[in-house]
């Protein structure tokens, strides 16, 4: 079973900080692009930043500077640090892994349940 669990999320108050964790199971962590997502109200869900396992991450123009995206291979878990944060990075954040569960396993498109970020002005 795949399961991909998001933590970190919260309230706070505008250029603030929160580091969000998505711990995964279930399928070749090492060998698998994880992503973060995020979706506001009434929006669609857009790519935050990307997390291949042999590329450099990447980051929509929003966050560059302002967001970091790492990885832990040794416990499986992807984190966001979010630093100076703005009112408009308000959202429900998702992880997902495009991953195998076995090498010889299909590609597949996994996500988490999501977190909430809040942010006050």
């Known amino acids: 079973q795949v399961q991909l669990v998001e933590s970190g999320g919260g309230l706070v108050q505008a250029g603030g900080s929160l580091r969000l964790s998505c711990a995964a199971s279930?399928?070749?962590?090492?060998?698998?692009?994880l992503d973060w997502y995020r979706q506001a109200p009434g929006r669609q869900r857009e790519l935050v930043a990307e997390?291949?396992?042999?590329?450099?991450?990447t980051y929509a123009d929003s966050v560059k500077g302002r967001f970091t995206a790492s990885r832990d291979n040794t416990k499986n878990t992807v984190y966001l640090q979010m630093d100076s944060l703005k009112p408009e990075d308000t959202a429900v954040y998702y992880c997902?892994?495009?991953?195998?569960?076995?090498?010889?396993?299909?590609?597949?498109?996994?996500w988490g349940q999501g977190t909430q970020v809040t942010v006050s002005s």
């Open positions: 997902k892994a495009k991953a195998r569960r076995t090498l010889m396993g299909q590609l597949t498109d996994y």
């Open positions: 279930g399928i070749l962590f090492s060998l698998s692009q």
């Open positions: 997390i291949p396992h042999s590329k450099p991450i």
